[in-house]
């Protein structure tokens, strides 16, 4: 079975290039050591049995930023990877601080609903560890949060945020933030480009879901598009710029799931068809996790 | 503007009915009092003003469930609508049992983190009310939920499981439940499926997202296909059984999300092509919460 290990690279024009190593055999389509695919062939399957179906494969092997034409592969200087909002909409929360794919559940020392002080166990009929209130009984549940965002077009340009807020402050990013209850993701991801880019859009179709296991985030990103020609700085960005698809600041981008975003698009862009993507950005082994650039793009699936 | 407000029914076949109130003016596409749209045209915008462009109509008001022969239109009795494994995995969250959009943060009394008491307040910079502890400062953020599920194909049938626990006892789902930290949408909606049926299945594309703000949750169901041609029950169904498109049984599903899927994959089906699909299911106001066909699919999108 091929296992690949993608690293993920750019060249000057900021188009992106997979290198992607084999450990079994060679893979297919490779050119000079890299190849041009984004899917990993890790079963993606309950069971710990390799599975690779031709439908599957099918579907997922199909996206392979394949724009890039020189395999001037390098890395990017690690950067911090955190929520595209931290400072605002999360940054207590024990899922937003989490480092590890577990959670960090042991962190949840008091019941939230009678102050009574948890236990940490594995409920049972459950497989996950959990607190527990000692008093209550009742159980802490965290899940993932999900982050809602707009890819916004105009004039065959795309409105980037530079980020005036830690973390990755000074960077580029779609406005986006943690979705809220009572709204639903298209609102959510309309209300953050208003906060970030005082920009009124209009969404026109879902683009990409993105999960980060690592950090239990999902990026939930639509096309949409300007309802007026005016957009500026909200609280939390320093400047708000439309860009060419070939000025797109990819050495400059604040977030994996932006970075990842941005390239499908103008895959997208160039076969002249908007899709819905699918894909689980998972870091690389051993790598630095504010390394924005050393990922995995794992179980690519589109719609 | 059209004010569409849609009632759900069904024929004795289990096709879909969409009832269509206008408020201000005629809908198109009526037949006898009934519309086969499944959008409300509320503007999808931050602000306030009205806006239904070309190009957002094009492509929200393509589905139809048109599949109603008979406008044999009637309502079903109220049945529970809340979270698919709501014993299992999140019953204690306040976000699963929260009731409004606002979500229930005054009933977050105490930091789970120090254990000091909160206060309710919107901090600064902010615009909801969020429990903050009055000791440590942090702030006990909420945000909606995800369930992860498949809709399983096999011989040109779909797997659903009849519940064995509550909510919606004895009623039959697609085997879903809530994601967890450390886990991909898809890998989570194979675990569910692996727990709820003894099924091991491969994921093959993102089929839709579904939003439902009111109980603060948001559906991600994948299309799927079996491994292995067996499944059982699983601890928390009392019964697993493939059924065939015409068997689905639209009078006895658990929940909304459930109902909406359902006929949207009958709808990709017959139209040849699955799509994916993006929508938020809202209750009709002044309907019980438990009646899970009274309810608009708002802004259904497609790609």
Redesign the interface.
């Known amino acids: 079975m091929l296992k690949a290990i993608q690293n993920l690279g750019c060249s000057s024009s900021g188009w992106l290039l997979w290198k992607t190593r084999t450990s079994t055999s060679t893979s297919t389509s490779t050119s000079g050591g890299f190849s041009f695919i984004s899917v990993s062939t890790r079963p993606?399957?309950?069971?710990s049995s390799s599975?690779s179906?031709s439908?599957?494969a099918a579907?997922t092997n199909n996206c392979s930023f394949s724009a890039c034409k020189t395999p001037s592969f390098r890395r990017f200087r690690a950067r911090s990877e955190s929520s595209p909002d931290a400072a605002?909409?999360?940054?207590?929360?024990?899922?937003?601080l989490?480092s590890?794919?577990?959670?960090n559940v042991r962190?949840?020392?008091?019941?939230?609903?009678?102050?009574g002080?948890?236990k940490h166990e594995i409920p049972s009929?459950?497989e996950?560890m959990r607190?527990i209130c000692t008093v209550c009984g009742?159980?802490?549940?965290?899940?993932?949060?999900?982050v809602v965002g707009c890819l916004i077009e105009h004039d065959n340009k795309v409105l980037l945020c530079k980020r005036k807020i830690q973390p990755s402050y000074g960077l580029w990013t779609l406005p986006a933030g943690?979705?809220?209850?009572?709204?639903?993701?298209?609102?959510g991801a309309?209300?953050e480009?208003?906060e970030e880019a005082n920009a009124?859009?209009?969404?026109?179709?879902?683009?990409a879901?993105l999960?980060i296991?690592?950090i239990?985030q999902?990026y939930?990103i639509f096309l949409a598009?300007l309802?007026k020609p005016q957009f500026s700085p909200g609280?939390e960005s320093s400047e708000c710029q439309l860009f060419a698809l070939n000025d797109i600041p990819f050495n400059s981008l604040a977030f994996s799931s932006m970075f990842v975003t941005l390239n499908l698009y103008i895959e997208d862009v160039k076969a002249g068809k908007?899709?819905?993507h699918?894909g689980?950005i998972k870091k690389r082994p051993g790598t630095s996790p504010s390394d924005i650039h050393a990922f995995t793009l794992?179980?690519h699936?589109?719609?």
Do not use: H
Request: aromatic fraction near 12%; charged fraction near 20%; charge should be positive.
């Open positions: 993606f399957s309950y069971s599975s179906s439908t599957r579907r605002s909409a999360s940054s207590s929360s024990p899922v937003a989490q590890s794919s577990s959670g962190k949840i020392s008091f019941c939230q609903w009678c102050g002080p948890t009929g459950e996950k607190a009742k159980i802490a549940y965290q899940n993932p949060k999900m943690y979705m809220e209850i009572g709204e639903s993701a298209a609102e309309i209300r480009t208003w009124e859009v209009e969404v026109l179709s879902p683009f879901q999960d296991p690592l239990g999902t939930i598009k309802k609280p908007p899709k819905f699918y689980t794992d179980y699936l589109q719609s």
